[in-house]
Nanobody, 124 residues
Framework: QVQLVESGGGLVQAGGSLRLSCAASGRTFMSYAMGWFRQAPGKEREFVAAISWSGGRTVYADSVKGRFTISRDNAMNTVYLQMNSLKFEDTAVYYC?????????????????WGPGTQVTVSS
């Protein structure tokens, strides 16, 4: 198993940018696809973006396509989420998870080892 810790959240005005990081411990990081999900108050956790173990394949939710970019640095055991042109509706706690599904799953059930999350608040 892998242990994950997210960071980089904060308060930003609409139109601004943030970069989230997810640091992994354990020697098996490279064997996992990684994903970012988010959960707003009163809502279910939803898919944001995922990346294959090599970084060669990425998938995005329609709501963030063209604004967010997922990437990973396997030497640093870290996955990133660059968020640009932030909107009020992007406000949520953001979580990263690991998956054995290398094809880039969007299903919550395909991910595990969730970190504690990092809060992103976008002011309108």
């Amino acid at each position: 198993q892998v242990q994950l810790v997210e960071s980089g959240g904060g308060l930003v005005q609409a139109g601004g940018s943030l970069r989230l990081s997810c640091a992994a411990s354990g020697r098996t990081f490279m064997s996992y696809a990684m994903g970012w999900f988010r959960q707003a108050p009163g809502k279910e956790r939803e898919f944001v973006a995922a990346i294959s173990w090599s970084g060669g394949r990425t998938v995005y939710a329609d709501s963030v396509k063209g604004r967010f970019t997922i990437s990973r640095d396997n030497a640093m055991n870290t996955v990133y989420l660059q968020m640009n042109s932030l909107k009020f509706e992007d406000t949520a706690v953001y979580y990263c998870g690991a998956s054995e599904f290398s094809g880039g799953s969007k299903r919550l059930a395909d991910f595990h080892s969730w970190g504690p999350g990092t809060q992103v608040t976008v002011s309108s």
